[in-house]
């Protein structure tokens, strides 16, 4: 069952937009293609959330756009990784895998 | 709504969005037709996927758009809970800087209504001021002969036109009692170059204008109001003036209420006819207008002035004897009206801007105190992820609230200052027209966005800046002591303005006082001064005139409680400048020298009402007609151009204004006395004795007792032997030579005022510092006082800390005051602008209320329970 923008914690949109950028320049329908791949239809974007998170995280600094061709050649808007959208995306997936192991460590524990 | 958008970021606007989303949504639609569906099929399901493009771009805006406003309001919020929340502290605040920015505005609205608003006049800026001025001497020779003024107006091609007034004081007699009136006698284009029209009837016409036409005048509203009730119907009607003979002429119309010119008293306006045949109206050296021109558009000042030097030139070739020496000036009407004041306006706004920076130093000081005690509250802020812009932006919001709540309450003050303003400074020309509007408002406002960026950008970016987890773990209990450098700097920057400002208006003061001191040579206590209504037409017939004037001061000799009478062309003590270059005719030694000396007309009777002593020879005679009164002369003039040889019986003669001066035989020597202004040293200076120069003199009357009181007894005395002539002006001398002192006394008070204000300001600092570093440090001090420390050595320590920090102040204070010194010159009288004695003893002042204002936190400080701060921690 695919989960939907609000079962998503906040600020993981952001994290995984973050990573799917990191591994090269990529535009917005790319990034929800690639997030939708990766986890086997788990995870669905809405537009209506990933394309005001990616302006966000370009007002931010953390991502650079620029227009290219698409493989398909049209005009389109490519994402790439800035400087400070790397220090970020380290520091939010360290975050993130404490998170995670701590939640995990719980649910085990409680077990 | 809208105008805001235009702070949005372009990026996200427009195409750009549109066509990444297109994209998308073209991306879709060819999966879908490669999954085997239809054109259509294929773009409505993937617009359904995509789920509302509109929608999504909304949201996208929303990103760059929201936050704005959202931060804004949020901020806004935050600041009004933080007032709230610390009533006293922002009441404090928001006081202050009412004050400060209050009484800037008021003097900022005196300054623009007075030096910076064009003259309320159609096109203003195009009105000039002409005077003729002798080449060689100075004198208030600026007057033109009426011919002259046609010559000037026909031969130059820089201005539209050219026109000219006189006043004189007059009895209008159509009523039942003769009522004192002013009239002004107008050259012909009066209207025209002012470019206004009546509010009711019309201008002069052409037939009014010339010799033999019709008499017309056209009346004041004031008088209109007053005299005719506001009736309608005036036009057509009579006045009559009557001083001679009787003079009626009929109303044409009436002057709007806005148009004061020359001044607000001027009831009448009576054109002067053109080609009058008589020899005085054609005599190239008489000196009757007051001169006014409207440039014509696009010409400047210099094109002007070149031009009209030019016809001069030419009339100087036609007339060498009457023109030849003659130049003329031209300036701004509104120079001419408002540039005295200049220098005491900008003075006054300077002391006020300084004051304003006081304040604002003062604020910064407690605010940076406050961002301490919130350091706490900050850090968690930084902590929870929030960039330090938006910390720095709600600090300033927070700053900007309280300025403008200020600055609110600051207008409030700042009408009821410039009501004060208005009643101190009623001598400055335009006094009427300061009012607050929409221009005020503005600056008021702009002034607040400088205050908050003054007062808030310092604390909030200090505020901000420490390191946060350090900040976190250590708490301010911690602390043991606490230097605050920059709250220290800050008041002692407060104590050097102070400074600053005390020491100019210091100054201000001495010099009033050393001008109290002067001995002026005559004694004005117990003079009375007043004027009757007399005509210009008079002089046509000086025995007359003479005769006429003699008569009336031997009626006031007979009033009992009258010690002395006599008239004088010129009050004692205001100055005149009637500069004349004199000849001797019976010879003079050195025909190289140059004799010039200031002229006054006087009757007889003049020394003993003045009290002036006659040191040789005899005082005028009285009954004499014109210049058979011969002259004398003060001993400046005696010890200058006549030393060692005898004066008396000598012969004086004026080489310009025959018509008027001399020749007479000097007979007498008088002492100096200060007859151009009680700070002006007295001058060479020639008294012609004779009433046969003025129509209009000031009558002088010494009295036995208070000089008012006797005011209405010599105006019945004067109505019975002159019952067409009305008294005006009554007042005591001493009241005319104060207000020749108006404006110094204007910004001698107002600079008094800024400069004692700013001192509480600068102690307030002073109190509010030391007492937040006394409880930054009570638990220092009860530490020390368990060891063994003595209460005042604490009191000491403190008390020096303020004193040191005051003294830096004084010292820096004492440099400015000595940099800005220049400014005060020309201002002072009797006092150099670097005066020792002044500067030091605001030093001492400064010092004394700075002491007084340390010592109650120093005592506070040794009152500290060692054992309640030590179990505390």
Known sequence: MPIEKSDLLQGTLDLLILKIVALGPVHGYGISQRIRQISKEVLQVQQGSLYPALHRLEKRGWLEAEWGQSSNGREAKFYKLSAKGRKQLASEESNWNRLAGAVTQILQTAN | MSWWKCLLPKRASGTQLDSELRFHIEELVEVNIARGMSPEEAWRQA?????????????????????????AIVNVKAAIRFIRKSPSFSATIILTLALGIGANSAVFSAIDAILLRPLPFPEGDQLMWLEQFHRKVKNPMGRLAPTRLEDWNRMNSTFQAITGYYTEDESETSGILPEKVT?????????????????????????????????????????????????????????????????SCSIVGVLPASFLFPDRNVDLWIPVPLGNPNPYANNRDSTWYLTIGRLRRDVTLEQARADLATVQATLAKAYPKSDGDLGVAIDPLKEETVGGARKSLWLLFGSVSLLLLITCTNIVTL????????????????????????????????????????????????????????????????VDEIRLDARIVLYTLACSVIVTILCGLLPAIRGTRGNLSSSLAQTTHGQVSGRHPLQWLLVGVQVMLAVTLLAGAGLLLRSFQALGRVSPGFDPSQVLTFHLTGSYAETGNPKALAQRIDGTIDALRGVPGVEAASTSSGLPGLAREYEVELKFTDGEANPERKILAENRFISDGYLATMKIPLLEGEDCRPGLGTQAGGALVNRSFANTYLSGATAIGRHLKALMDAAFIGPGEIRGIVGDAR??????????????????????????????????????????????????????????????LGEAFGEDRLRTILLSFFAATALSLACVGLYGTLSYTVDVRQREVGLRLALGALREQIVKQFLLQGLRVTLLGCVAGWGLAVAFARILSGMLYGVSPTDVATLSSVIFLVLAVAGGASLVPAIRAARVEPMRVLREE
């Open chain 2, 47 to 71: 617009m359904l996927e995509f789920g509302g493009k509109e929608q999504v771009k909304e949201e996208v805006r929303d990103v760059y758009r929201v936050r704005f406003m959202d931060t």
């Open chain 2, 367 to 430: 605010l940076l105190a406050r961002a301490r005690q919130r350091e706490h509250e900050i850090s968690v802020r930084f902590s929870l992820g929030a960039p330090r812009s938006a910390i720095v932006m709600q600090l300033l919001t927070e700053a900007f609230v309280l300025t403008l709540t200020g600055a609110v309450l600051g207008l409030i003050v700042a009408g009821a200052a410039s009501k004060v303003f208005q009643f101190l400074a009623a001598d400055l020309p335009r």
């Open chain 2, 183 to 247: 009239a002004a006698f107008v050259a012909p284009r009066f209207l025209q170059v002012w470019g206004v029209a009546p509010e009711l009837g019309r201008d002069f016409i052409p037939a009014e204008e010339h010799w033999g036409g019709p008499s017309a005048v056209l009346i004041s509203d004031r008088f209109w109001r007053s005299r005719y009730g506001g009736n309608p119907n005036v036009l057509g009607k009579k006045v009559t003036l009557e001083t001679v003979q009787k003079f």
């Open chain 2, 675 to 736: 007859e151009e202004g009680l700070n002006r040293e007295p001058t060479p200076t020639v008294y012609w004795c004779g009433n046969g120069f003025d129509p209009d003199p000031f009558y002088l009357v010494r009295t036995r007792t208070e000089p008012m009181s006797l005011a209405e007894t010599l105006r019945r005395k004067v109505h019975e032997i002159e019952p067409a002539r009305s008294v005006f002006d009554v007042a005591p001398l001493e009241e005319h």
